[in-house]
């Protein structure tokens, strides 16, 4: 294949559209380290409503990777 026939199909689109789903990997890494370190200061620290932040951590790692698998299939 021509190099010069590859360059010339990379577009700012493209290249935003490969950012954005990197990004978004990198928010569902940070949702999962987020959702462990909830469950490790439930477990140092015992609260009367800790099952609330456990939720809210799950919860957020679901939505990080919701958003993930959706821009996946839309860009």
Known sequence: MDPILILESITLLSITKVLIVILLLVYVIFALLMMKQVSAMTKAVTMKDDFVI??????NFVFAVLVFLIAL???
């Open 54 to 59: 456990r939720i809210l951590g799950v919860l």
């Open 73 to 75: 299939f839309i860009l």
